[in-house]
């Protein structure tokens, strides 16, 4: 009895540790890599872990400085990008790729725009596909 007692006390610690461990995990967040990073294109959605996703929703008021022009400020663009937890979406989180905000938090996780790719180029429309670099750590 008195075994069994003990024993049940040892599981009953060693699961409360392995839920603590979890709650307090380090490393990069899964679907990013070792620094935390992602790369996507507009539509596409990463899932973080099992409860949370991204998508990459669209790009607006692109200001930025065309790639074949010298301009005295970098200009910005607006990032749209939608989190998703347990099925369930968010507000629209709003970024920026050049000024503040550039990063804000959400379920628990900090969405930081590192680069928005490509420039836009003098004389043309706006670049037809665009690529978002971003950093993802845990808030």
Sequence with gaps: MKKT???????GCAMLMAGCARMHST???PGTDELGEITLSVGETRLL??????TFGRVGDD????????????????VTLLIQERGERSEPL????????RSRTEEGMR????????????GQG???TYTVRLRITRA
């Design 126 to 128: 706006p670049p037809s």
């Design 111 to 122: 969405f930081e725009v590192i680069s928005l790719d490509p420039l836009p180029t003098a």
């Design 27 to 29: 490393g990069p967040i």
């Design 5 to 11: 007692r003990v024993r049940m006390m040892v599981a």
């Design 49 to 54: 872990n099992e409860d949370v996703s991204v």
């Design 63 to 78: 200001s930025r400085c065309p790639a074949n022009v010298q301009c005295i400020t970098a200009g910005n663009a607006v």
């Design 94 to 101: 709003q970024l920026n790729s050049h000024s503040n905000p």
